[in-house]
């Protein structure tokens, strides 16, 4: 199973970013998904979980109300949109999936597949 993340990059202060990650090489619809993020210095942070219809999810305290989590299982993609960024959430993102985990996803551990990251900078 491969996962790979796309669309970090700079931004201002207050802008957004979309992530996407799609996942290839296994059956997409049976994993518990999860974005998971790690800045230099700090400790990882599971920052959003969504169940595997899409229909439940969760979110750190940090990016409640500002970051929405979404899957797609016709397309084997997960996304993060974020808004409202400020330079806290400068980190690299990736993304995770879990066979053996259950909803809600507080934590990324167990999680079975990660991908590569994709770095997010946020300029104030």
């Known amino acids: 199973v491969q996962l790979q993340a796309y669309g970090g990059g700079f931004v201002q202060a207050g802008g957004s970013l979309r992530l996407s990650c799609v996942v290839s090489g296994g059956t997409f619809s049976i994993y518990i998904m999860g974005w998971v993020r790690q800045a230099p210095g700090k400790e990882r942070e599971l920052v959003a979980g969504i169940n595997r219809s899409g229909y439940r999810r969760n979110y750190a305290d940090s990016v409640k109300g500002r970051f929405t989590i979404s899957r797609d299982n016709t397309k084997n993609t997960l996304y993060l949109q974020m808004n409202s960024l400020t330079p806290e959430d400068t980190a690299n993102y990736y993304c995770?999936?879990?066979?053996?985990?259950?909803?809600?996803?507080?934590?990324?551990?167990?999680?079975?597949?990660w991908g590569e990251g994709t770095q997010v900078t946020v300029s104030s």
């Open positions: 995770v999936g879990g066979i053996r985990r259950s909803y809600p996803l507080n934590s990324a551990d167990g999680m079975d597949y």
